[in-house]
């Protein structure tokens, strides 16, 4: 046999399996996500959480992989979220609904044990306040527009999921949020007109998420 193919064939079952192995764990990708919300607002100071509102997040996302267990995802989202609370007024009861839409930056690790499809995934995340409204169910026409929101929301992300197959994963996340809603705000006082200081009670964001990406 001619030296030089015999060497070529010692090279290509040398690297061979490298090739195939780096083609398989495919270092960085992107892809599509789109999910549904189940968000509420809790208030620590009263102990209570809002009922759930159901909206929904769309994005794009990217997959680091450093290895075949571990990997990092990057994410940015419109994620839309609130809480949906049952009133007791004079014309009957009522549903009260907060609406907050937030540009989202999710960064998070993907762990999961050799050889298997499902993982787990830890990390943060960083939304800034699109706009938000706030109405009764009985009079949407009259909405208010959400004041003194705090501009950037910042939070904790856990969760479980699944590689479907190869462009497919599928995840389930709880969002907690750490950083309070509203700020305290000066503004006049409607009777004297002096600048009087609000205090905000403190509540935060709260949110399920089911979510499928799909990678190019």
């Given at each position: 046999?001619?030296?030089?193919l015999f ?6 079952w040398?690297?061979?399996?490298l090739v195939?192995?780096a083609q398989?764990i495919?270092?960085?990708?992107f892809?599509l996500i789109?999910?549904?919300n189940a ?7 009263l102990?209570?959480?809002s ?13 680091q992989r450093?290895s075949?267990?571990i990997?990092?995802v990057y994410e940015l ?8 609370s049952?009133?007791f ?18 960064i998070?690790?993907?762990s999961?044990?050799?050889g298997e ?5 830890l ?9 938000g409204?706030n ?10 527009t959400?004041?003194n929101?705090?501009p ?5 992300i856990g969760g ?6 190869t462009h497919f ?7 907690y949020?750490l950083?309070k809603?509203r700020?305290?705000?000066?503004a006049?006082?409607p ?6 200081s ?8 709260r ?5 499928l990406?799909?990678?190019f």
């Amino acid at each position: 046999m001619n030296i030089n193919l015999f060497a070529l064939h010692v090279i290509a079952w040398l690297i061979g399996p490298l090739v195939c192995r780096a083609q398989s764990i495919n270092p960085f990708r992107f892809g599509l996500i789109g999910g549904i919300n189940a968000s509420q607002i809790n208030t620590p100071s009263l102990k209570t959480t809002s009922g759930l509102l159901w909206q929904y997040g769309v994005g794009v996302t990217a997959e680091q992989r450093f290895s075949p267990r571990i990997s990092l995802v990057y994410e940015l989202k419109y994620s839309r979220q609130g809480s949906r609370s049952k009133t007791f007024g004079l014309l009957g009861d009522d549903v009260n609904v907060s609406e907050y839409n937030y540009l989202a930056l999710p960064i998070f690790i993907r762990s999961q044990p050799k050889g298997e499809r499902v993982f787990v995934e830890l990390g943060g995340q960083v939304g800034y306040f699109l706009g938000g409204q706030n109405y009764f169910t009985s009079q949407k026409d009259q909405a208010l527009t959400l004041q003194n929101v705090t501009p950037l929301d910042v939070g904790l992300i856990g969760g479980l999921g699944y590689r479907l197959s190869t462009h497919f994963v599928a995840d389930v996340r709880y969002y907690y949020g750490l950083r309070k809603i509203r700020e305290d705000f000066t503004a006049p006082d409607p009777v004297t007109g002096i600048p009087t200081s609000y205090r905000i009670t403190p509540q935060h964001h709260r949110v399920w998420s089911l979510n499928l990406s799909y990678f190019f």
